[in-house]
Structures are given as structure tokens and as C-alpha cells.
């Protein structure tokens, strides 16, 4: 039964073979007939104004063909929530590494000696090295800010106010007040930014560009540059990991000025130490959490404070704010709290989104402060959580409506399996310890972006029967391919065998929002199954045409059609009935299947349900710490996912120890260091990702109940399996060591002066 075969297994990926053979095309893969190479000249200050820029050298290079500054374009100030970016630069730079302008050259020798012969005339400005600075130095007698339109050097302001703060914290017999600190980290995404754009003769510029979202990259780079969207085409192949880092268009639109300008195509790829500098890292947070709990230990209050540190332009700054200012509100059960927070300009690397936006720098504070209120009450941080637990049926404190909810399922899961309550003893200078931490996040978030933020899908069926399925959704390397694959063959009754998947065109698939918010799964998986099951409902009706039945005396499965009343005797294949239907229509079977987030939030309250799902998690992390040394290292890791349906255990696994791997390094290694506002560490011998043999033991398990929403009642998890590693990690710390870290990467140094101050 198509049920029993397709939902659920553990189908290896679509493009699986292609990428072990080496024959899957990635952007730098790309190649146009006649291609330059870009280069881009950047700022070497952190803050200086531009006086003026001599190209005349430069163009006249052997083998230039095209030297643009800010000057040579209309530079429209564009941003993904905010907008206060140009292509170029144009009478300032706001850090090291700002675009300034750019060049195409037959080759990179001639394009690096083209940057060397453009002079560029700086008055250099005080630079805002920390939002602090930024904050103070606006309010200085004479102010230095980062941009004219914003002299508090604020880019953004987020406020929740709901119930009675004052009253929740007066009724408590225990409030915890701490502020935790998370830094710049990189997505360590594997292929640099590329893009290869294309101008061709009909003024249509086509891109294959490193994207995360496809449909909004073309309207997106079409409004900046002043085209209309029909003359924008983005082609995407694979890209070679984002994880929130491939959000920006920056890339692409420096390709298509310089393609534009010449009338050749031209490739564009980042330098790794370009893309440290210049593209958008995961922002750097404080997060302030006051926590009132009544004696029966539920919470009666929470207040948060939350700065981060934006950078000079905000990309997905906005939404990182608010989601490390309210998301994790709604994994417990409260009824009073309060938010504020800032989105600060600096003279430093602009920041972005990276997998789960700030919802893993608010884990880190909000669960550091569950377990260390748990054990200031004698509670026992399992039961702690679970008492407060979210759960199915719920209507949050924002709003959020629980379809379905299994934390509690999770937790039982983690503690049981990890053996939570009990501790090996030490050994020597060795300590061990087991930390817990929670999460939730969205799974199908509302983006609100332009007309609408939905996704499409289209199905084609081939005279042998064989579909073919368009979606608008990218896979950036999370398997969601496969996914949808089984998705759209559950949903039409055929093998996943049968259903090819198509790279993302967007002259020809449908607008789709792209990779983020959790969204393809849930918002994607919604449109492929609708597509789906409108093939299923066209092949029924032709194949009753043929055997002269209804459809409803008619059953599909695994491509072969039954009668109802002789349920083991096929009558008709999928492939007889397309040929039938193609033989007399003169065409493939097309169908199309669209699905939009029911979600909604009040722009001014930030109330309401903003996805139609929602996941949740239960992790439990065992280290082991040399209280001499401070190296932490983690041996053994348990996650519990909630993830409705599980459409393809072998990808969620993926999914969870690709998450894990992402939160050690959050936890204890990775922090991007800046000093006089430049990188010191831009590249992987000095940003220290974990390593093959830094991976502990990973024990992986789904619950899944049916959510409503869901397609097949299946929930996303891409964001949600890093969102709680550090903080089950930081209290696993805790617990071995008996010092609670505040501020992440938790550095062997970090350890041990901990530990040595705690001994004062």
C-alpha cells in the first residue's frame, strides 16, 4: 500500500548520486560562453567618507571590460525588512570590506590588477566598534552614527507587552535576573557566494546565483535594478550550503551591474575571506531574562531585554531581532511577559539570519535560566519543564495556536534514553555532567513578502506515466527534494520512482518563498500535495472514462489503478491511462497546486499564529570537562523531535546531526574575531567549526502526531535541530563543573577562569 511504502522511509536523496559522482552543477560549476571574471574593490576602513573615486587607470587595463562605481547606476537603497543598502557605495563606506566598486576582466589577474589602479580618496570617520559604542556615540554632543536617516543609530525597535509584568513578578517566590551574551558566528556554509549573470542582447538577464530563495531573488534583484520581473531569470542549481547565510542578493547584483555594463557574462565568486568580511554572518546577541516563578513552579513572569548587534545594514537583522525577542515565549505555558529590544547600527561585518534567526541565542539564555531556576527550587529540571510544557490545543502567549504538541513526549524520550538522572563519577581532573534544554519553533512561518507568501507547484505527466514535478521551493542541500518527491507520489498513488523533480527555473516553475522559516516542508509539501492530488483526481476521472465506471468505484495505488469491489486486481496503469489522456488531448496531463500560510500577526501587537505548525524538542547533552585544561568535549547527545508525520527518517536524521554539529560549534568553539572592525579568523583554520572528531555519540527520535496542517500532518525541522544543542550543552557544563557560562563559545580559557573564579 502506497501508505506503507512512501511515508516514513527512509528513501536516500534524489540528488544523491549525482553529487557522490561529481556531476551536480553548483554555481561555481557554471559556465556562459565568453564569461569574465568580477572582481570587487572594498573598503579597507571601517567608517570613511567617500571624496572620490579615479577609474580612469583601471579601465584602461588590457583586457578591462568594465569598471562601474556607484556613479554609473541609479543606486536604489533596497533591504529585506529595512531598507538602507546600495549595490555600491555611494558618498560613504560602513566597514571593512563595503563594496566600493567593480571590475570584469578577461581573466582575475587582469581584474585584481584593475582594483589595484582604482584610487579611491577616504576621509575617515570614528568607527562604531560594539552596539554600546554605537548607542553612546549617538547621543554624544557631537554625534557619530552610521546612517543620517537613523541618528540614534537604532535600526529597528521591538516591544511585546502582555498581561501584568509587575503583578507576575510580585507574585513570585523566586525571580532570576541574568543577561547572556552569543557572538558573530558564520554559517561555514561550504561554496562561497557566486553568481553568474548574464545580459544578454533582448535585455534579459539571466542568473544562476548562490540563493536560498529563488522566486524572491528574481523579483527582488528585478526592483533594484529597475527591470521588470519578466526580465529576470534566476536559475538555480544546487548551492552549496546556506543555512541562512545565502539570504543576501548582494552577490548577484554586483554580477549583473558588471554583466550589464559590458554586455558579457560574467562570474562572480567570493573569496572564503570575502565571504567572512562581507556577507552576512549570524548577528551577534545580549539577551537580559528576568524570571518570576510561583511557589507551584509555574512562571509568572518573564522580561526580556534584547540588543543586537546589526552591523551597518540590516538584511535579516529585523527578523532575527524579533525572534530572539519573543520565540521562545512559546514553548512554555505563561501568561505575563514583557519584551524589548534593539537592532543597533555598528561599523562592523553586517550580520544575517542563520538557521533558527535569533531563536538559538534566546534558547540559550531562556533554557540556561529554566535549569538554573529549576535547581535553585529543588526542582527537577525534567519535570520543571514538563509541568510548564505547551501543549496540544494551546493558544500561546503571542497567539501561536497548537495544532500539535509532543513535548512532553520528547522530554520522556530524552531523559529515558540518556539515562538523565544519573552521572558517571569523576575521573582525576575529569568531570562529567548532563545538561537538558527545550525548543519550538515555526514551520511554515507567515513572511508577509509583496503580493503574497505561498508556494506553487506543478506536475506534469508523461505518456509512459512517468510525473514530473516543478516546484518553487530550493533544495539548498536539506534533502527537501526527496521529501517533496514522496510527497507528490504519496499524494498521485505512484512510486517515488516515478516522480522526477526539476531544478528550480523561475520562467518556469511557480513563486515560491524560498528556504526559510522552516517553511518548504510545511508550505511546500502543502502545494506539491495539493498538485498531487489534483494528478490523482484527473487520472481517477480519465481511467473511469476508459473502463466506463466512476472515479469514486476506482483506486490508485502505486501506480496502478483497482476496482474498489476487486481491491487486488489491477485493471488499468498509470502509464496506459496518460498515454490515453495525452493520445486524445494532444498534451501531457498538467496540473498545478498552490498553498499559502493561514498564519497571521498583528504588526503592532506582534500577536497571533504567524505559521500553520509548529515542531518541538527535547535535547539531553553529556560532556565531559578537564577542570584543569577547560576543554569541554561532548560525548553522547539525545534529541527528541516532534515532527508530526515524518515524511523521510532518513533525512530528519541528517537534519538533527547536521544541527547538533552546528550547535557544538555555537556552544564552545566558533566566534568571529574583529579587531579595529576587521576579521582576524576568516577562514577554517582559525574559525574553528567542529570536526569529524568532534562528534559525540547521536541518539535521534521522532514523535509524531498527525498535525492538522501539516501535508500528511508532517512539520518541518531544518531550524528547530540546532536551536537548543548549546544550551543543553552549556547545562551539561553547569552541571559538571558547577559554574553557570553566560556568554558563549564556552573557551577552554572561559572554563577555567571560570572555575578559578568561583573557587575566590
Known amino acids: 500500500m502506497a501508505d506503507e511504502s512512501i511515508l516514513g522511509t527512509r528513501l536516500p536523496r534524489v ?79 560602513r566597514f571593512i570590506g563595503d563594496e566600493v566598486a567593480g571590475v570584469a576582466a578577461i581573466d582575475g589577474a587582469a581584474a585584481e590588477k584593475a582594483l589595484a589602479a582604482i584610487r579611491v580618496d577616504y576621509e575617515v570617520l570614528s568607527a562604531l566598534l560594539a552596539p554600546k559604542e554605537a548607542l553612546e556615540a549617538a547621543r ?17 525597535e521591538y516591544h511585546i507587552n502582555r498581561g501584568d509584568i509587575e503583578a507576575g513578578l510580585k507574585e513570585s517566590v523566586h525571580v532570576s535576573d541574568a543577561t547572556y551574551e552569543t557572538p558573530r558566528i558564520h554559517q561555514a556554509y561550504m561554496e562561497s557566494n557566486c553568481c553568474v549573470a548574464h545580459w544578454q542582447p533582448d535585455r534579459k538577464l539571466t542568473l544562476w546565483p548562490s540563493t536560498q530563495w529563488p522566486s524572491r531573488s528574481r523579483e527582488d534583484i528585478a526592483e533594484v535594478l529597475g527591470l521588470e520581473v519578466s526580465q529576470v531569470r534566476v536559475i538555480q542549481n544546487g548551492i ?11 552577490n548577484a547584483l554586483l554580477a549583473s551591474v558588471l554583466t550589464m555594463a559590458c554586455g558579457r557574462p560574467v562570474r562572480l565568486e567570493n573569496t572564503l575571506a570575502e565571504d567572512f568580511e562581507a556577507a552576512r554572518p549570524f548577528v551577534a546577541t545580549q539577551i537580559r531574562i528576568k524570571t518570576g516563578v510561583r511557589a507551584d513552579g509555574t512562571i509568572a513572569a518573564r522580561q526580556l531585554e534584547t540588543v543586537v548587534d546589526n552591523g551597518p545594514y540590516s538584511a535579516s537583522g529585523a527578523g532575527c531581532l524579533s525572534v530572539a525577542s519573543s520565540r521562545g515565549n512559546n514553548l512554555y505555558r505563561m501568561q505575563n511577559v514583557k519584551s524589548d529590544g534593539v537592532l543597533v547600527y555598528t561599523n562592523l561585518v553586517p550580520t544575517g539570519a542563520y538557521r533558527g534567526y535569533g531563536n538559538q541565542a534566546l534558547a540559550f539564555a531562556a533554557e540556561s535560566e529554566m535549569d538554573r531556576i529549576a535547581r535553585a527550587m529543588n526542582w527537577d529540571p525534567a519535570d520543571f519543564r514538563k509541568n510548564l510544557a505547551t501543549r496540544t490545543g494551546d493558544v500561546t502567549v503571542d497567539g501561536w495556536r497548537i495544532g500539535s504538541a509532543a513535548l ?47 508556494s506553487g507547484a506543478i506536475i506534469k505527466l508523461d505518456r509512459d506515466g512517468k510525473a514530473h514535478l516543478f516546484t518553487s521551493e530550493p533544495d539548498i542541500g536539506q534533502g527537501s527534494y ?84 476487486q481491491p487486488d486486481k489491477p485493471v488499468l496503469t498509470v502509464a496506459e491511462v496518460a498515454s490515453d489522456y495525452y493520445v486524445k488531448n494532444y498534451i501531457p496531463l498538467y496540473v498545478t497546486g498552490t498553498y499559502r500560510t493561514p498564519g497571521y500577526t498583528d ?44 515524511i523521510n527518517k532518513m533525512a530528519l536524521e541528517g537534519q538533527i546531526e547536521g544541527g547538533v554539529a552546528q550547535g557544538i560549534g555555537f556552544a564552545l568553539t566558533e566566534e ?88 575566590l
Open 603 to 646: 504588526k503592532a501587537t506582534k500577536y497571533g499564529s504567524p505559521s500553520p505548525a509548529y515542531s518541538f524538542a527535547g535535547h539531553v547533552a553529556e560532556v565531559a570537562v578537564d577542570m584543569e585544561t577547560g576543554r569541554v568535549r561532548v560525548l553522547n547527545y539525545w534529541a527528541a523531535h516532534d515532527v508530526g508525520k515524518a
Open 672 to 759: 568571529m574575531h574583529i579587531e579595529g572592525g576587521k576579521v582576524q579568523n576568516g577562514d577554517f583554520l582559525d574559525y574553528k567549526c567542529p570536526v569529524a572528531g568532534d562528534m559525540p555519540n547521536i541518539y535521534s527520535h521522532f514523535v509524531e502526531p498527525i498535525d492538522p496542517l501539516g501535508p500528511f500532518g508532517a512539520k518541518g525541522i531544518g531550524e528547530l535541530a540546532f536551536v537548543p544543542v548549546a544550551a543543553a550543552i552549556a547545562n551539561a557544563v553547569a552541571d559538571a563543573t558547577g559554574v553557570r557560562f553566560t556568554r558563549l563559545p564556552i573557551t577552554p580559557f572561559r572554563v577555567v577562569e571560570g572555575i578559578k573564579n568561583q573557587r
Open 482 to 565: 526527496t521529501a517533496l518527491v514522496q510527497i507528490a507520489a504519496e499524494a498521485i498513488g505512484v512510486n517515488c520512482a516515478d516522480v522526477a523533480v526539476h531544478e528550480n527555473d523561475t520562467d518556469i516553475t511557480p513563486f515560491g518563498v524560498g528556504a526559510t522559516g522552516s517553511h518548504i516542508t510545511t508550505v511546500g509539501g502543502n502545494a506539491v500535495k495539493n498538485a498531487g492530488q489534483n494528478a490523482r483526481r484527473e487520472l481517477l476521472a480519465w481511467a473511469g472514462r476508459m473502463v466506463n465506471l466512476t472515479p469514486d468505484n476506482l483506486d490508485l495505488r502505486a501506480g496502478q489503478f483497482y476496482l474498489k469491489a
Open 408 to 454: 512532553v513526549e520528547c522530554i520522556d524520550w530524552a531523559v529515558k534514553a540518556s539515562d538523565y538522572h544519573n552521572r558517571r563519577p569523576a575521573e582525576g581532573p575529569v568531570r562529567y555532567g548532563k545538561g537538558m534544554a527545550c525548543g519550538t519553533h515555526v514551520s511554515g512561518n507567515i513572511v508577509s513578502y509583496k503580493h503574497w507568501d505561498g
Open 140 to 156: 554624544a554632543a557631537k554625534p557619530v552614527v552610521v546612517h543620517q536617516a537613523k541618528p540614534n543609530n537604532i535600526a529597528m
Open 15 to 93: 540528488d544523491g548520486p549525482a553529487k557522490a559522482s561529481g556531476e551536480f552543477v553548483f554555481p561555481t560549476d557554471v559556465t556562459v560562453p565568453g564569461m569574465l571574471v568580477g572582481k570587487i574593490l572594498r573598503s579597507p576602513h571601517p567608517h570613511a567618507l567617500i571624496k572620490g573615486i579615479d577609474t580612469t587607470a583601471a579601465r584602461a587595463i588590457e583586457g578591462v571590460f568594465a569598471v562601474v562605481t556607484a556613479k554609473d547606476f541609479t543606486m536604489r537603497v533596497y533591504g529585506q525588512d529595512i531598507a538602507d543598502e546600495t549595490v555600491l557605495a555611494t558618498d560613504k563606506v
Open 240 to 250: 552549496g550550503g546556506g543555512f541562512g547565510g545565502k539570504f543576501c542578493p548582494k
